[in-house]
Each structure stands twice: as C-alpha cells, then as structure tokens.
C-alpha cells in the first residue's frame, strides 16, 4: 500500500506561481515513478508531468517550459513547481503512482488560476 498526501494549491492570479507538495508513504520512495495529473471541470483527468525513480522526467505539451517536476527522496515528497500560470492550468491535481499490483491516488488539490 502506497499513500499519497497532496498540499500546496490555492488561488492564484494569471502569470504566478504555485509549489505543489506530495508526501508518500508505503513502498520504496527511491523506486517509484510518479506523476502528477490535473482534472479540469468537465474534463478528463490527463497527465501534466511524470518522474522516475531515476530522475527521468516528461511532461505534457501545455506545461513545457513553466511546469517542473522535481523529487527529494529522503522527504519522500515529489514537487510540481509551476510557474506563468494561466487560467486554463486551473483544475484538481492529483499524484500518482504504481507500486507492485497497484495503482495509487492522492485525494487530489485544488488549482484556480484567476485571469
């Protein structure tokens, strides 16, 4: 069993920044590839930025260059640092990872980016 614990969303005005946190715990923090994803009202939940356990990172083509996904493995925490946002980032952000057969699911915190 993986738990995922999110913190750092709130409102925010278009052009600034936010620094979301993900504490996990269960499973081997230094094994997981983790991932950040954001639901949109009315949307899907789709995949905003990815890091594994190396280091190795990918994101979505909306995100590039203003979105950084980064780890600290002896907090077991992953960051998404987001910076020049504008109201289309708004949504729920949710982390995410797969350990061993399952797959895991922060309860997810809010983003609303105000133009």
């Known amino acids: 069993q993986v738990q995922l614990v999110e913190s750092g969303g709130g409102l925010v005005q278009a052009g600034g920044s936010l620094r979301l946190s993900c504490l996990a715990s269960?499973?081997?923090?230094?094994?997981?590839?983790l991932a950040w994803h954001r639901q949109a009202p009315g949307n899907q939940r789709g995949l905003v930025a990815r890091i594994t356990s190396t280091g190795s990172t990918q994101y979505a083509d909306s995100v590039k260059g203003r979105f950084t996904i980064s780890r600290d493995n002896a907090k077991n925490t992953v960051y998404l640092q987001m910076n020049s946002l504008n109201p289309e980032d708004t949504g729920v952000y949710y982390c995410?990872?797969?350990?061993?057969?399952?797959?895991?699911w922060g309860q997810g915190t809010q983003v609303t980016v105000s133009s």
């Open positions: 995410n990872t797969a350990w061993r057969t399952g797959n895991y």
């Open positions: 269960g499973g081997i923090f230094s094994f997981l590839a």
